[in-house]
């Protein structure tokens, strides 16, 4: 099944120029591995009406998966789930739990992840990690459910 996928790095300190986002590329390298089309990228600061607005138009521009990365942490800036969330029409609270799961087994620290999935529309929008090689290793430990996923929800409901 081909996937229109978005990427958004939420970082204040790349969205500055401070540093280079490795993040979104390591995303954006991961979905070409899944052969699915990036239709667009955003890097925003960790601030919620920014991380709405710009999943807001990957999915204006055709996304049907949204990947995030950054904000997922227990920092008081990171602020990327409770922006999705209100902005979502359900959580798919399995996504966050198999990665956070699989990731215990590299890392203690992984109990300390708030990554999570969630619809928005009828787009699935998954939270990573904001360490490039995190948010691609949570990637994969929930890929195999993310085509059945977006399939459900391109799908569009008939009336009675």
């Known amino acids: 099944m081909q996937i229109h996928c978005g990427i958004v790095t939420i970082s204040d300190r790349a969205s500055r120029g401070e540093y280079d986002d490795l993040g979104g590329p390591a995303l954006k390298a991961a979905a070409a591995e899944h052969q699915w089309t990036v239709v667009g990228e955003h890097l925003v600061p960790d601030e919620r009406r920014e991380i709405q607005r710009a999943i807001r138009e990957l999915i204006a521009q055709g996304a049907q998966l949204v990947l995030t990365t950054g904000g997922t942490g227990v920092a008081a800036r990171d602020v990327t789930p409770e922006a999705v969330l209100e902005i979502a029409d359900r959580e798919i609270p399995g996504f966050g739990e198999a990665m956070r799961m699989k990731s215990l087994a590299i890392t203690p620290n992984a109990i300390l992840s708030r990554s999570l999935g969630a619809v928005v529309g009828q787009t699935l929008v998954l ?34």
């Open 127 to 160: 939270c990573l990690p904001g360490k490039p090689a995190g948010a691609v290793e949570c990637l994969g430990f929930v890929s195999g459910a993310i085509p059945h996923c977006v399939k459900v929800l391109q799908k569009v409901p008939t009336s009675c």
